[in-house]
């Protein structure tokens, strides 16, 4: 299988990318940066001058410095292609050795930056010309240190996770926000799979070290970066024999380990060995949050494709148990609360879901450690003879050349990520099924309105009703609000994840057409009104007369949070811009006139349906785009649609084209397009598999780079790949 090609970004100054990572390892809270890979190029008849040039890349073997100098070593010899030049061919490359006290003069180097997420230490390995390796660490100071065996298997089990964390699910999301990163395949077979597994297995109990997913609020030995990245590979693999046997192995030293080991028996659908697993354990320990959220989540998953009504209700009214005690067990923590909001909705208990969504603790979104580099003086992405399409070739002019409306650009939803994103999602699926005035009223009737509070205080602010009642005394007593999610306790939010409440909650009127009215209805879309701020309600309970018996029909009412309240103006957005834009659909077709859109709209709006949960309209909208110019981002949104229909030949069609995009831009792996062929060998058989790949109309050298992907499926001895 070919490589990708070698992105090359040209440094300004010499040696500024190799400083800029030292300066930025005292920043890094998550798994780290992708690898950093620096040379020194230095011409043939001009051997005075010397150039910086660099790239990032994830999936390479860091069990060593010699793994890591084998990886320089084929750059060395690596030609980028019809638009390459002959340097690397002919040249000789250099990297600079970034030691302490080291003139340039002294030494010829290649050199890569591998992170350390455990020690928090930067790897580096430097490769003289010829042959002379030498590898050490540095720490968040900027010292040397010595490079250890115990170092390098922290390494080496920190490169796999970050392979798989910032490899792209297809859509070009992960692609696009780091410049020139070449992504692996960090396990390829069943001997790295080994490797990867003892690592995991020896330093499994540190894993809280390394941190975890933004939803998550405390890192555990079973909530965390190590223990999502199995999981992942696991799902993408198939290989659910391997991880059963390390759980079993790492459950005898602790017994919370139980909860992986029932996820990993649901995902083999050995479901009632991971129902018993789960009981035994939790005779044990029964008030294992982990485990309590596993067993509400597998059996909110059976509710949902239950046969009969009857057994649907019996088995939400068990997940209903589950997720009740694990929000007792863990009350800090957004997943468990968000699980019983599930529930609720499922259950059609409106009230209660969105109390309990009200309830929910949201925390700042920690995305990803990304590379901070300077500006690159030049910038080098070659492209390889294997990956020409010309759908694909011509996007990137198309994409940067479209108009795109300003009311599109301005969704806030679109930004959300960590629990904002989870929340949102919950909020539109109540919306999907009741309606949005159905889900303003029930909002109403949960939720103290301003309206209704200050005609209350109005009237308990009257002469002749200063008597003292228990309401008054229960507003007093509500907890502070900003406990949960308000700016007071989340200062640090991004203002994108929790966006500040309008003034007066008055949303600005910057209508898509001139379709909405100026009264904030816009067709047919009602203005969610305000409910009261929690701050107020403090202050006016602190300087209110102590006879208040008007407020007694706020007594069973909640205050709603601020960034609840900024999730049903930002729903309010969505739906307004999704109405206007199927009435227009409508009228268009209704005149049978075309209604036109640039691609990047098009691709906008299908993420708004999707966002809405209207996938029929989303496969619409993104099926325009597709139509204009390739989007990774439309393809990725059709796929799905696909892979829940069981269209095999769409969907591998797709695929096809997905896999060749990521491999233009320097990406030979991607978990969620592996899990899809593996997934249609395992319905379909794998000589079927090939045989459709084969039969489409695309040059072979593209349809070869998915049938790598088909064979590593082969390689796993995946499901239908036997004969």
Same mark, same amino acid.
């Given at each position: ?7 090359? %970004? ?140 115990? %170092? ?572």
């Amino acid at each position: 299988m070919v490589a990708p090609a070698v992105p090359d %970004l040209t440094e300004e100054v010499l040696h500024e990318s190799i400083d800029a990572r030292t300066e930025s390892l005292i920043a890094l809270r998550e798994l780290g940066p992708p690898d950093l890979v620096h040379l020194l190029k230095q011409g043939l008849r001009n051997s005075g001058r010397q150039t910086g040039i660099y790239h990032h890349v994830t999936g390479v073997d860091a069990s060593s410095s010699a793994s890591l100098a084998a990886y320089i070593n084929t750059l060395t010899y690596k030609d980028n292609g019809p638009n390459a030049t002959s340097k690397i061919v002919e040249g000789v490359y250099w990297c600079v050795a970034a030691l302490p006290g080291l003139a340039e003069s002294d030494a010829d180097w290649f050199s890569e930056s591998c992170y350390n997420a455990f020690s928090r230490l930067d790897m580096r390995v430097h490769v003289s010309i010829p042959g002379t390796v030498e590898s050490y660490c540095v720490d968040e100071r900027g010292e040397k240190r010595k490079a250890s065996d115990e %170092l390098w298997l922290e390494t080496y089990l920190c490169s796999v996770l970050r392979a798989y964390s910032y490899a792209d699910s297809g859509s070009g999301d992960t692609i696009r926000k780091i410049m020139g990163v070449r992504r692996f395949n960090p396990v390829t077979n069943t001997e790295t799979e080994h490797r990867f597994l003892h690592a995991a297995e020896q330093l499994f109990f540190r894993g809280w070290q390394l941190g975890s997913d933004s939803v998550v609020q405390v890192p555990t030995n079973v909530s965390n970066h190590l223990t999502t990245g199995l999981l992942k590979y696991l799902e993408t693999t198939g290989r659910y024999a391997s991880g059963i046997n390390l759980f079993e192995k790492l459950r005898t030293q602790s017994i919370e380990v139980s909860s992986l080991l029932a996820k990993v028996l649901f995902m083999g659908n050995e479901e009632v060995a991971g129902v018993k697993a789960l009981y035994q354990s939790l005779k044990e320990t029964p008030m294992d949050y982990v485990m309590l959220d596993t067993q509400a989540e597998f059996l909110l998953k059976k509710a949902q494709t239950a046969d009969t009504p009857e057994v649907k209700e019996e088995r939400l009214r068990m997940a209903l148990g589950c997720a009740d005690r694990s929000t007792i067990a863990a009350p800090s923590e957004f997943r468990t609360w968000a699980r019983l909001a599930q529930i609720y909705v499922s259950m059609e208990d409106w009230e209660n879901a969105l109390t309990t969504l009200n309830s929910c603790p949201m925390f700042t979104y920690q995305d990803k450690d990304t590379p901070v580099m300077p500006e690159p003086k030049e910038v080098h992405l070659p492209i390889l003879s294997e990956t020409r399409l010309d759908e694909i070739d011509s996007e990137p002019e198309s994409r940067f050349s479209e108009q795109v409306d300003p009311s599109l650009l301005g969704l806030r939803a679109a930004g959300y990520r960590g629990t904002f994103k989870q929340a949102y999602s919950i909020l539109t699926e109540m919306t999907a099924k009741i309606g949005w005035d159905q889900l303003l009223k029930i909002r109403s009737n949960v939720f103290v309105m301003e309206d209704e509070y200050r005609t209350e205080k109005q009237e308990a602010s009257h002469p002749a009703l200063s008597k003292r009642s228990p309401s008054m005394d229960g507003l007093r007593g509500t907890p502070d609000p900003t406990a949960n999610g308000g700016e007071e306790a989340d200062g640090d939010k991004d203002a994108m994840e929790k966006p500040e409440k309008p003034a007066e909650t008055e949303m600005a009127h910057d209508t898509l057409t001139t379709n909405g009215d100026s009264n904030g209805d816009s067709n047919g879309v009602k203005k969610p009104s305000s409910t009261i701020d929690p701050q107020e309600v403090k202050a006016d309970t602190e300087h209110s007369a102590p006879n208040d018996e008007h407020l007694s029909k706020l007594n069973t009412k909640r205050l709603c949070e601020r960034w609840l309240d900024s999730l049903f103006m930002v729903l309010y957005e969505d739906l307004r811009v999704y109405t206007i834009w199927r009435t227009q659909m409508a009228q268009y077709r209704a005149q049978q006139m075309q209604y036109k859109k640039s691609a990047e709209e098009w691709e906008t709006l299908g993420a708004l349906a999707e966002r809405l949960q209207h996938l029929d309209e989303a496969v619409e909208a993104y099926r325009a785009c597709l139509s204009l110019r390739f989007s990774p981002k439309a393809l990725a949104g059709v796929l799905r649609v696909f892979e829940k229909t069981k269209s095999t030949r769409e969907t591998l069609a797709s695929v096809i084209r997905l896999v060749t995009w990521q491999y233009r831009w320097y990406s030979e792996f991607s978990p969620e397009l592996l899990h899809t062929i593996r997934t249609l060998i395992e319905d379909e058989g794998a000589v079927k598999v090939r045989s459709i790949i084969q039969a489409t109309s695309l040059p072979q050298n593209v349809l070869d780079l998915t049938h790598h992907y088909a064979a590593l499926c082969a390689t796993f001895r995946s499901s239908g790949t036997d004969g």
